[in-house]
């Protein structure tokens, strides 16, 4: 692929596409990876747990918290309570307004 040619505009969304597409193909290959070995110890007579010692899952778990606060601006913006305020919170008290009020 000769770069020379894009202009800087088209060299920006060619980076933003590949990134997203290096994104995908993580996901897709770690997940594919997984399936093969769990296949190849199944194949031995072991699941992939007993082989690697603990618990496997094709989902990493993620507790990220139930929401606690609500924007009532956006009620699609929440926020869990932990962590940095998001911005929206921050010019709700900078109002001189309770977090008390945002709390779902």
């Keep these: 692929m000769d770069l020379s040619k894009l202009s800087l505009p088209e060299m920006y969304q060619l980076q933003k596409d590949l990134?997203?597409?290096i994104?995908?193909?993580k996901v897709s290959d770690k997940k594919d990876l997984l399936a093969?070995?769990?296949n190849l110890a199944a194949a031995?007579?072991?699941s992939l747990q007993d082989v690697l010692g603990k618990a496997v899952s094709s989902?990493?778990?993620k507790n990220t918290g139930a929401a606690q606060f609500r924007n009532p601006a956006d009620a699609s913006q929440t926020w869990t309570g932990r962590g940095r305020?998001?911005?929206w919170v921050q010019d709700w008290l900078d109002n001189g307004k309770s977090l008390?009020?945002?709390r779902v």
């Design 85 to 87: 305020k998001p911005q």
């Design 19 to 21: 990134a997203a597409e």
């Design 59 to 61: 989902k990493a778990a």
């Design 36 to 38: 093969e070995l769990q």
């Design 100 to 102: 008390d009020g945002l």
């Design 23 to 25: 994104d995908k193909r």
């Design 44 to 46: 031995k007579g072991f």
